[in-house]
C-alpha cells in the first residue's frame, strides 16, 4: 500500500511530540501501556484538567441565573466559551450560533428534531449516510417516523459510497437529487476507516441551496477544521473525542439556510465543567499547532499501513484508492482499522491488551454493520508514539507466525 504521508515527520516532530506526550498525566504514569483508542475517547492534557480545576475551585456557580460575581463570571465562562468554539472553528460569520449539547449524538439528534424537522414537508428527500456512525443515522431515520406519525411523509436516501475506496461516490450523487432535496448529512473523518470524506465534494454537488450537516466527530481536535472552507450549514462534534470532559459537546449552525437553529424547550443547567473544558482544550490544541498535531497522528497511521501491508494475513479496510481528484490515496487522519484472515479480531484484541496495548476490537457502532463483523481498530493521538506503533505491530506480527 502506498501511502501520501511523509515519514520523515516523525522524526521532525520528534522533540515537539516527546514534550506534549508528557503533559498527558495519565500517558506519564503509565508508561508501559499504549493507549490507542483515541477515536473512542481521548486523553486529557493537564491544562485541561487545571482549567476545570480552576473553574470548580474558583468562581463555580449556575450560569445565567445570577448577579453575584461567581455567576456573573460563569456566565462569561460560557459565553466566551461560545466564541471559542467560532474561533476554533474559523468562523467569523455573524449570524452563526453555537449551542451546547452533551455531545455528537445529540447534537445530530437536536439538529433532526428541533430544525429539520420544522423545515420539511410532505414530498420531501433527504440524503444521509447508511455506513457511518449510527449517530448520524438514527436522528434521520427517527424523523422520518416521527413525521409519518404526524402525516408528514418524507424519503430517506442513503448518500453513495464508493465500495473500493470507501469514499463517498459523488459522481453516483447527482442521480439521487431532485427539487425535493432539502438536507443533506455526512461525516468528515470516518470513525472505522479514518478516511477524509472530502465533504466540499459535496458542495460543489448539491449546489448552493440545500443545507449540509457534517459529523465532525473524528476531526474536530484531530486539526484543522475551517468552516469557511467548508461550506456546511451545522457542525456537531463531542468534546471527549477532542480532550475536553465527557458528556459535552456542540451543535455550530451557519443559520443562512432555512431557519435558525435553536434547541427546543428547557435545557435547563448545561455542563458548565465540560464547557470550559472545552474551551481549554481549544486553547491547548491551538497552542500546540493543529496542523502538526494532524500531521503526527497521519505520519503514526502511514507508519502502521506500512507496517500491517509486509504482514501476510492483514487486510487494512478503507482508504484504498481515493476518487479525490487532488489525492491518488486517501489521507487516513488518525484511525487504521484492519481484519486478520486467520486471527480473530477478538482474540487480537485480547493479546494485544494483555500486552498493554489498548485498541478496540468490535463492529465500531457502524450502521449497516453486522454486530458480529469486528475488525481492529487502531486510533492514535498526538500522545503516541512510532514506538508504540512498532510494539503493536510486532505482537500482530507474532500472532500470524503463531497461525501459520
Ligand atoms: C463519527 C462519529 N460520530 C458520532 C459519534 C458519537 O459520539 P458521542 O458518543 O460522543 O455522542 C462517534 C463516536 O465514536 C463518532 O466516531
Not at 103 to 109: E, I, M, N
Not at 121 to 148: C, K, M, Y
Not at 152 to 177: E, F, N, Q, T, W
Amino acid at each position: 500500500m502506498t501511502t501520501i504521508t511523509d515519514p520523515a515527520v516523525l522524526d521532525r516532530l520528534a522533540d515537539w511530540q516527546a514534550k506534549l506526550r508528557r503533559e498527558f498525566p495519565i500517558i506519564a504514569g503509565n508508561p508501559g501501556m499504549a493507549y490507542l483508542d483515541s477515536a473512542a475517547t481521548a486523553q486529557k492534557p493537564a491544562a485541561v484538567l487545571d482549567a476545570v480545576n480552576d473553574f470548580l475551585t474558583s468562581d463555580n456557580a449556575n450560569v445565567g441565573r445570577g448577579s453575584y460575581p461567581w455567576a456573573t463570571s460563569t456566565t462569561t465562562r460560557i459565553e466566551q466559551a461560545r466564541d471559542r468554539v467560532r474561533k476554533a472553528l474559523g468562523d467569523d460569520g455573524a449570524d452563526s450560533s453555537v449551542e451546547f449539547v452533551s455531545g455528537t449524538s445529540a447534537g445530530l439528534r437536536a439538529v433532526a428534531q428541533d430544525w429539520l424537522a420544522e423545515v420539511l414537508t410532505n414530498g420531501d428527500e433527504i440524503i444521509v449516510p447508511f455506513g457511518d456512525h449510527q449517530s448520524n443515522l438514527a436522528p434521520w431515520l427517527d424523523l422520518r417516523a416521527d413525521l409519518a406519525r404526524r402525516g408528514v411523509r418524507i424519503a430517506v436516501k442513503s448518500m453513495p459510497v464508493d465500495a473500493a475506496s470507501g469514499d463517498y461516490d459523488h459522481r453516483a450523487l447527482p442521480a439521487l437529487m431532485n427539487t425535493r432535496t432539502k438536507f443533506v448529512a455526512a461525516t468528515h473523518v470516518h470513525h472505522v476507516f479514518g478516511a477524509d470524506m472530502n465533504v466540499h465534494r459535496i458542495r460543489e454537488v448539491v449546489g448552493p441551496e440545500v443545507p449540509i450537516c457534517l459529523d465532525a466527530a473524528q476531526s474536530v481536535g484531530h486539526g484543522p477544521v475551517s468552516v469557511a472552507d467548508l461550506d456546511v450549514d451545522f457542525v456537531v462534534f463531542s468534546g471527549h473525542k477532542m480532550m475536553a470532559l465527557p458528556g459535552i459537546g456542540a451543535v455550530w449552525a451557519r443559520n443562512r439556510r432555512g431557519p435558525r437553529f435553536v434547541q427546543q424547550g428547557w435545557s435547563g443547567t448545561p455542563n458548565t465543567a465540560g464547557i470550559v473544558s472545552m474551551a481549554a482544550a481549544f486553547d491547548w490544541l491551538d497552542m500546540v499547532g493543529p496542523a502538526d498535531v494532524r500531521a503526527w497522528n497521519s505520519a503514526l497511521c502511514a507508519r502502521l499501513t506500512d507496517g500491517l501491508s509486509r504482514l501476510d494475513g492483514v487486510q487494512v479496510l478503507g482508504c484504498q484508492n481515493s476518487l479525490s481528484a487532488d489525492s491518488p490515496v486517501q489521507r487516513r487522519e488518525s484511525i487504521v482499522t484492519f481484519r486478520h484472515r486467520r486471527v480473530r479480531s477478538d482474540d487480537l484484541g485480547f493479546v494485544l491488551a494483555d500486552e498493554g496495548i489498548m485498541v478496540r476490537a468490535d463492529s465500531h457502532c457502524q450502521a449497516g454493520r453486522d454486530t458480529e463483523d469486528h475488525a481492529v481498530r487502531v486510533s492514535v493521538h498526538v500522545y503516541n508514539t512510532p514506538a508504540e506503533i512498532d510494539r503493536l505491530l510486532a505482537v500482530v506480527g507474532r500472532c500470524e507466525r503463531m497461525q501459520s
